[in-house]
């Protein structure tokens, strides 16, 4: 089976443009959370998808938003880029929402640079 | 002040050594996570725990619910554990929503 698959690996872009992450989640998963990782920082939870729905956000500006497709891989769209959203952009996929967060798995994520 | 905290933030061992990492949390849990994460990004689940101690090979995980404390313990550490480890935690009713530390920089020396 294949592992969660997150594109680009790296990206740079300038103040004020608007950037698209990609995450494909693991075979047999439904839920996808995104994490956003500033250098030297813990991840923080931006938001989840759940069969195509948000399930949850963070504490992040509506400038962030997110889809989910039928076959369960998901996008993270962020406009209006400011210096401050320069991070590792992490996705996670598993079977459901339940509490224990059954069989989750990470991507290697996205580095996005904004210059 | 963060939900999660860990301790040391930096760790240098010398190879051979027992290193412990602690996590002390502040919210009520469903479970605490210890995740490894390799240079490049990539992150690997190491334990889930909601009481009691796990083992896996060199690598042991405990937990003190009333406590709110966790520590991840690596016993003849070897430089390929070099790595950042991170604690996190899901809220109940959260789902995988989790809540993590700034993880702790672990270099083992040869």
């Known amino acids: 089976e294949t592992g969660v698959t997150q594109s680009p690996t790296h990206l740079i872009k300038t103040r004020g443009q608007q950037v698209t992450l990609r995450c494909s989640s693991q075979?047999?998963?439904?839920?996808v959370s995104w994490y956003q990782q500033a250098l030297g920082q813990g991840p923080q939870f931006i938001f989840q998808?759940?069969?195509?729905?948000?399930?949850g956000r963070g504490n992040f500006p509506p400038r962030f938003s997110g889809l989910q497709f039928p076959n369960y891989s998901s996008e993270l769209n962020v406009n209006a880029l400011e210096l401050d959203d320069s991070a590792l952009y992490l996705c996670?996929?598993?079977f459901g929402t339940g509490a224990m967060g059954y069989g989750y798995t990470f991507g290697s994520g996205t580095r996005l640079t904004v210059v | 002040k963060n939900e999660v905290e860990q301790s040391p933030q930096n760790l240098t061992a010398q190879e051979g050594e027992f290193i412990t990492i602690n996590c002390s949390y502040s919210?009520?849990?469903?479970?605490l996570h210890w995740l490894q994460q390799h240079p490049g990004g990539g992150i690997v689940s190491l334990f889930m725990?909601?009481?009691g101690k796990k083992k896996h090979g060199r690598l042991i995980a405990t937990i003190n619910i009333q406590e709110k404390h966790s520590s991840l313990h690596i016993t003849a550490s070897h430089p390929r554990d070099s790595a950042v480890y991170i604690c996190?935690?899901?809220?109940?009713?959260?789902?995988?929503?989790?809540?993590f530390g700034t993880g702790t920089s672990l270099t083992v020396i040869p």
């Open positions: 996190a935690v899901s809220k109940p009713n959260t789902g995988n929503q989790f809540y």
């Open positions: 998808y759940y069969r195509e729905e948000e399930n």
């Open positions: 075979s047999g998963h439904n839920t």
């Open positions: 996670a996929s598993s």
């Open positions: 919210v009520g849990i469903s479970a």
């Open positions: 725990l909601s009481s």
